[in-house]
């Protein structure tokens, strides 16, 4: 992370910028320490073909906003969260989902230009936190946050603190083994993974091979393969769609192994699920619940709640990015 | 955890008690801080059929060593390391390896006989602590300790202090669920979990196994069932039985999955293993490294260590019960 001393005159409540880093779009935006909001907007991250483009592009931006919330005089600092952000290097280091290759140096990128503190970390962890500080997680010491959207995300919180782990990449349980030698990734090349069944393109994945070898009559049958997205499949079942509610048996089973092994490694008191995937209710969270919890051993059985983030989906991840702002202090 | 205050007179070197409970026998010894064993034993745990024969039996013992070590005036606290061993609240519950059933609230039971404070946790837990203090893990701030006996235990630490979770029950890689509907573990009934194949009784199970559908020749076919450990195993593949290198392989395989999960999770600096099936050396370690690092996605490949424990096997779950005693201060 780059070290920089943000002034702020002591009159005046300060503001932190949270940026959240996807493969497609960047959202920005600048948050108050209790979590409001008041700016935010997104561009485009996919169009850049360089990371200092990139920059240019964001700096001018967030100066914008800056601009409208009283001045950089005003911002105690910048968070980031970014696949692959590395809390301790502040660097963003291989992501398989953005257009930049190898070791970008994004904190210190960005330090120089906005002359501004800088903390970086990974997408999934920047959630943990805003939910730790504004969300579902509020008051807990001990939870697992797992974000279900392009990819599957995590971040750990265990006595109170981030798991970074020794080199600030822990978390990844999106990428933990649940099916050896089951369906190949085509980001990682390796088999099996969380995230090959519980992304919005495994759902995907799940879905065409199960019309593929049904021979039930199906809603999906009639929704084009690009289009097979949870929503379709959510859309399907609500009419009482069979093959529909095996996908999100099928899926919500395996999501289950992982939670279980979670839960036996860290011993959280919740999972909070965020992301597209929650969106499908019951039809996902039962298969869920149900596979977690017979895959528990006996002293971790009906103890960890899996609950829902509250926090609207399209400020979470500026406000889980701005936390780290705080959460530095 | 029982809270009792230990008086020891200004010019007298403190001692700890170490005490290591297990479902056949448990281990007990006098140690100082630097880690010297200065006396040590063993008596059964399986004969008694009550905790309170075992309180009773196990006071006596401990007191003559204690006598033998200047009197209880020098003894700091008592650390014990258990199955199912709970740091929060000092009880074992629902050990399926010990004779007694359901919640047993051993500390206060020991600190109610010995007049001393007495810290509980997992077995593991006790040895993962015990690396840090004098063993392989010294001045590691991130690691992993995976016990592989009768069963497979498991002690996580990361940012310098073990993970209990929520309720005092985290690290349980050994329960993790490596093959879902795999082979059963007696046990718990849970299916597919790493112990299930990599302790004692999984080895035993796989040879049996590969036994049973191999028509290669093999030594190990001369080899009783009840005897067939990994002791046996190895013995058969240093004479170059291709049946026995092909049950390391195997195992080795299932294991590194379970490992490379476990460094996905808290990304440690290094895996710790100790007991029985780390003696047949690379017959195990290679195919289970090669297997951890298949399944790594590349930010985590060619970082993370797998180390043998130094700390000699008599002594190292006595050493490990007594840190808990200087953990605490």
């Not at 990844?172 to 099916?179: A, C, D, K």
């Not at 899926?251 to 192994?257: C, E, K, M, Q």
């Not at 298969?287 to 989906?313: A, G, Y």
């Amino acid at each position: 992370m780059a070290k920089k001393k943000a002034h702020i005159p002591p009159n005046v409540t300060p503001l932190a910028i949270g940026i959240d880093i996807g493969g497609t779009g960047t959202k920005y935006g600048i948050v108050d320490r209790d979590g409001n909001v008041l700016f935010s907007a997104e561009m485009s991250t996919k169009k850049h073909k360089t990371v200092n483009t990139f920059i240019d592009e964001l700096h001018q931006v967030v100066s914008e906003v800056i601009d409208k919330a009283g001045g950089v005089g005003r911002i105690k600092g910048i968070g980031v969260g970014a696949p692959n952000g590395n809390y301790y290097t502040g660097t963003i280091e291989y992501a398989p989902n953005l257009p930049w290759e190898g070791v970008i140096p994004l904190a210190k990128l960005l330090s120089d230009k906005f002359q501004l503190p800088v903390t970086l970390t990974n997408d999934a962890n920047a959630a943990a936190i805003g939910e730790m500080m504004y969300g579902a997680a509020k008051g807990m010491k001990d939870f697992i946050m797992i974000t279900l959207g392009t990819g599957v995300g995590s971040g750990i919180v265990a006595n109170g603190h981030l798991i970074y782990g020794h080199d600030g990449f822990a978390g990844e349980l999106g990428h933990t083994i649940v099916i050896p030698d089951g369906r190949i990734h085509a980001g990682t090349g390796k088999k099996g993974s969380l995230e090959s069944y519980a992304s919005a393109t495994g759902v995907r994945l799940t879905a065409i091979e199960f019309l593929e070898k049904s021979k039930k009559p199906s809603l999906l049958k009639k929704v084009p393969a690009e289009m097979l997205d949870s929503k379709a499949v959510y859309d399907a079942a609500i009419e009482g769609d069979e093959l529909a509610k095996e996908i999100f048996n099928y899926t919500g089973r395996i999501l289950g192994i992982a939670l279980a092994n979670a839960v036996m490694t860290t011993s959280p008191e919740a999972i909070i699920l965020f992301g597209g995937l929650t969106k499908s209710g019951d039809f996902i969270l039962k298969p869920t619940r149900d596979s977690m919890e017979d895959n528990l051993i006996q002293v971790f059985q009906n103890k960890v709640r899996i609950l829902i983030s509250h926090l609207k989906e399209a400020h979470a991840a500026i406000l889980g990015a701005s936390a780290l702002v705080w959460e530095r202090e």
